[in-house]
């Protein structure tokens, strides 16, 4: 074989690498494979940071595995293998010796070798299992000699067989190699052609059949064995080809040829196509990466909106239940995962500007922040159900055939004298959740302007134009609102304030004297049975006694300061 002056190492493709290496301050306890190379070597990497290492044999004309294949190697080639335990001992290391690996899991990975690695630069390696004839030349070094150390009695210390380093009582070598199952390669006791394991460590799989059976032969002892017997080179034993166990690995070994210029060519222009193709693959590769990431990215997206979507349905859900503090809740965790925007800030304002006090297990009255004026307004007028909290027995009656009674309705059939009763009534039952300084109220008629008009100046409720664009009225050419008497608060029409109400369903009564007469007192807003335009404006009042009690006229509650004319 050329250049065995030198320490080749084979790469994965089809060159070669020319390295040296020197023994100079090496330590028996702690080598390296690296320190153990020798010129000659051939070294062929795996990649991974794993290297197979060989020692041409000239006599046999074969390149022979120098340690017995360890676990590290033989997961290149079976990434999940496992050697096992013995007797909680490991023996899957990665410098150890792969063991529980039968003859035909060291024959595929010998094909696999040969079909990876086997070409390379100018020679042609084709990996096998050593027959019984070379394991044992190469095992004596060539020589006639009983044991693979020599012909002396007994072995080398630092030759892994069973001795003094096992605690159990029974027959044992009279010394200790420091390791009680297999040892890495490198520690395994190195005869003169340089090959290291070939007396003990482990059981090593031949090519060979034993005799006219279809066991295949294992030569070279383990580190379970001590007898003399046992050990000696031409001591043999085979199993099934199937046959696994803890004391049992392979080395490899290999037929070098020459390849010719013609071959050699074929297999550049082979290696070329194959890298051209991988180039190809990856580059495919990537780009269907790129796109399926892009794709993924604006499903995402689209999820992640329809989400949006749907969190937002949820808290306006949650608002027109009246659950606020679920909504509350909602808004945050909605802010956290989409950011603050145009609808949280919508919805984060209304719930600040939103009171909702508790008549009862079953009732609440929700109240409108009203800043410009410093107090909270009824978001909608008092309810029957909200009015019987206060007065279980009231009764607002019919109009014909409709009922006015409905639990959502408008309370009605209140006189200005009851609507102040309720209150007081209030300011009772909600004592402990009111400011010092402020109580339950109606409205006076500058406050019930100002909120019905939004702060601004203009003719009606919802705005300048005719007809209207919302609210509870009578018969009206080109509107319809659908409620021949008065309709539930939550369908009375909302402004831009957030109150509902404030242009028609009933007339609301204020806190203000109407006159100087002191007689009456001040409605305002109209009612579902009104329909001349004049009378729908804002600047549209009226008065009546304060006992005065029909099926239009209701009222809505302010909190604020005691500001308010009172009788």
């Known amino acids: 074989m050329k250049n065995r002056h030198r320490s080749l190492i084979v790469a994965a493709g089809l060159g070669l690498a020319l390295t040296m290496s020197s023994l100079t301050g090496c330590k028996w306890l702690k080598p390296t494979e690296e320190s153990k190379d020798q010129p000659g070597d051939l070294i062929f990497d795996l990649g991974n940071k794993t290297k197979m290492r060989f020692v041409w044999i000239e006599p046999l004309k074969l390149v022979v595995g120098k340690y017995e294949v360890s676990n590290k190697i033989f997961r290149r080639f079976k990434p999940d293998h496992n050697s096992g335990m013995y007797q909680q001992l490991d023996l899957n290391r990665g410098d150890q010796p792969v063991v529980n690996v039968s003859w035909n899991d060291a024959r595929n990975f010998c094909e696999w070798l040969t079909k990876t690695y086997g070409n390379s630069g100018t020679k042609r390696y084709h990996f096998r299992l050593p027959t019984e004839r070379e394991w044992e030349t190469f095992a ?53 052609w340089r090959l290291f394991g070939l007396g003990g460590n482990v059981w090593e799989w031949c090519e060979d059949t034993d005799g006219e059976s279809k066991s295949r032969v294992f030569k070279g002892a383990s580190w379970s064995d001590c007898h003399p017997y046992f050990l000696k080179l031409t001591r043999r034993s085979s199993n099934a080809p199937d046959y696994r166990y803890v004391n049992l690995g392979f080395r490899v070994v290999a037929n070098v040829s020459d390849i010719s210029v013609e071959e050699q060519k ?98 609440t009255m929700e109240l409108v922040l009203i800043k410009p004026l410093n107090i909270w307004m009824g978001k909608y007028e008092v309810s029957n159900k909200q009015f019987k909290e206060f007065q279980p027995d009231h009764d607002s009656g019919m109009f014909k055939e409709w009922s006015l009674n409905d639990a959502h309705q408008p309370v009605v059939n209140v006189g200005w004298d009851d609507a102040n009763a309720f209150c007081r009534w209030l300011n009772r039952r909600l004592a402990s959740s009111l400011e010092p300084g402020h109580e339950f109220r109606l409205p006076t008629e500058s406050e019930w302007e100002t909120a019905a008009a939004c702060g601004q100046t203009r003719e009606y409720p919802w705005g300048n134009q005719w007809p209207p664009q919302y609210g509870n009225y009578g018969l009206i050419e080109g509107y319809d609102d659908g409620s021949p008497v008065s309709c539930p608060v939550e369908d009375s029409g909302q402004n831009e304030w957030g109150l509902y109400g404030l242009g028609g369903n009933t007339w609301e009564w204020c806190a203000d004297l109407y006159d100087s007469s002191r007689q009456y007192r001040v409605i305002r807003g109209g009612a579902w049975n009104l329909s001349p335009a004049d009378s729908l404006k804002i600047a549209n009042r009226t008065g009546d006694s304060e006992s005065r009690k029909n099926n239009y006229i209701g009222f809505r509650v302010v909190l604020g300061s005691k500001s308010a004319p009172s009788k």
Request: glycine share 6%; aromatic share 8%.
């Open 140 to 192: 004596a070094s060539g020589q006639q000699v009983e044991y693979p150390w020599g012909a002396h009695w007994p072995p080398p210390k630092k030759w892994n067989y069973y001795g003094r380093e096992n605690p159990e009582p029974s027959q044992k070598l009279d010394n200790d190699d420091g390791f009680r199952v297999s040892c890495p390669g490198l520690l395994s006791g190195e005869n003169a």
């Open 266 to 363: 074929q297999l550049e222009d082979e290696s070329r196509q194959k890298a051209t193709e991988a180039k190809e693959a990856k580059a495919k590769k990537e780009a269907e990466t790129l796109r399926q990431t892009a794709e993924n990215k604006e499903q995402a997206k689209w999820a992640k909106q329809e989400k949006k979507t749907v969190d937002q349905t949820i808290i306006q859900g949650m608002i027109e239940d009246k659950k606020f503090d679920l909504a509350s809740a909602q808004i945050t965790q909605y802010e956290k995962n989409y950011g603050k925007d145009a609808f949280s800030e919508k919805w984060s304002a209304a719930l600040d500007n939103t009171k909702v006090l508790n008549l009862s297990d079953t009732v």
